[in-house]
Each structure stands twice: as structure tokens, then as C-alpha cells.
């Protein structure tokens, strides 16, 4: 959640994991690939669903889609209301994968859906937004209160969340250059590694890994 009033932005650490006026925390995954496999969104707290929405499609957003959009930028998503004027909001959901309805009773570690890549997203993620008598409130630092380098004393974390700078994601290997539209989408590493680097090892063996790699391309 971004700190800073100003056209800058800072995190709750006063870092750049953040964009200017974002409202909320982002759970990301590591690849359009890990989404297609599925991975499921989870109610953070007891609560009752006070609004659902699952016809967005999943696709990059571009300016050419600012009309479908049409402030939808939520996508997919859910608002859970929960005890002493709590809400959370679920956005960026996979379509077609919210399996709540309005008026639905939850329990914390309930899963609401899947984590998807709808309304104004440019990578598969979950955005949690929370509120508290309709504030945003930021669950590394609810009380508002910031220092700079130091962890907040209370959170809404019931596992403390580490929060580094940045990372490795994945790693791969190819014999070219990748497109970039293939490494966001996790299938840019060749799918085997078996030639062998003593040329003397070629064998039947060795000609049927070769002629897969080459059906693999």
C-alpha cells in the first residue's frame, strides 16, 4: 500500500515494493503457466460475501482495453465483510473461477477461488484490499504508523509475511534467446537437457533425445 501523499510512492517500509495510489497488497505468481495450473485464493478471516463479480476475461491489460474495462480494474472479484466493520476485497480473479454468492458464510482458509489475471492487471496475482469503516488500511501497518527499516509492532498478519527487496523467480535454459512473451508465460526453458557433452556418448539413445528436442521447438 502506497504511503507517500505525494506523486511518489512509498511502501511501509518506506521502499518501492509499491506504485503510486496503490491501495492494496499484491500476491503475485511467478508465471501466466502457474495460473493455468490453478492456485487458489483463500478468505483471509470469518465473513459473510457482500458482492461477487466472474464474467472478466484473463488477458494482459492494454490501452485498447480501457473500454471493456470501463472501471472495472477490480476484475474478477470478492468483498467479504467481516466482524467490527472489517472488509476485504479479492481482485484479479481467474474467470469462471469464483465459487461464492452473496449472502455465502465463511471460515478463515475457505477458498473463494482462483487467482487469475482479469481487469487491469499486467501479471497473474491476487490484490487483497482491506478496509476498516470504509478506510483503507494497510496489514503490514494498520495503525498508520511508519519507521523507516522497522518491522511495524502490530499487523493483521497471523504469520508474519518477510518482504524482500526482490528475487529469483525462475530459471531456465535454451539454446537462443527466449521471446519475452514466452518468459512471462513460464514456457521459455527447453523442455529437456540431455545432449551429451562428450561427443564419443552418441548412441540411439542420444538420436531419440535429439529428435525430441527438435519436435519440442
Not at 87 to 112: A, I, K, P
Not at 186 to 192: H, I, L, S, V
Amino acid at each position: 500500500m502506497d504511503h507517500d501523499r505525494s506523486d511518489a510512492a512509498s511502501d511501509f517500509q518506506c521502499g518501492s515494493l509499491i506504485y503510486d495510489t496503490h491501495k492494496g497488497t499484491d500476491f503475485g505468481l511467478a508465471s501466466l503457466a502457474a495460473m493455468e495450473r490453478g492456485v487458489d485464493v483463500f478468505v483471509s478471516a470469518p465473513g459473510t460475501v457482500l458482492g461477487v463479480r466472474n464474467d472478466m476475461r484473463d488477458i494482459l491489460c492494454t490501452s485498447d482495453l480501457s473500454g471493456e474495462i470501463n472501471g472495472r480494474d477490480c476484475g474478477n472479484g470478492i468483498v467479504v465483510a467481516h466482524d467490527d466493520g472489517w472488509e476485504t476485497q479479492y481482485c484479479h480473479m481467474r474467470e469462471g473461477s469464483v465459487s461464492v454468492f452473496v449472502g455465502d458464510l465463511f471460515e478463515s482458509g475457505d477458498v473463494l477461488g482462483q487467482v487469475g489475471l482479469s481487469g487491469r492487471t499486467q501479471f497473474p496475482h491476487v490484490h487483497i484490499l482491506v478496509r476498516q469503516s470504509g478506510q483503507t488500511a494497510d496489514p503490514f501497518a494498520p495503525d498508520g504508523v511508519i519507521d523507516c527499516g522497522t518491522p511495524a509492532a502490530h499487523t493483521l498478519w497471523a504469520v508474519p509475511i518477510d518482504t524482500p527487496a526482490g528475487g529469483l523467480l525462475s530459471t531456465g535454459f535454451f539454446d537462443s534467446v527466449p521471446d519475452y512473451a514466452d518468459v512471462k508465460a513460464g514456457t521459455a526453458a527447453a523442455r529437456r537437457a540431455c545432449r551429451p557433452l562428450d561427443l564419443r556418448l552418441w548412441s540411439a539413445t542420444w538420436r531419440r533425445c535429439y529428435a525430441h528436442d527438435r519436435r519440442a521447438r
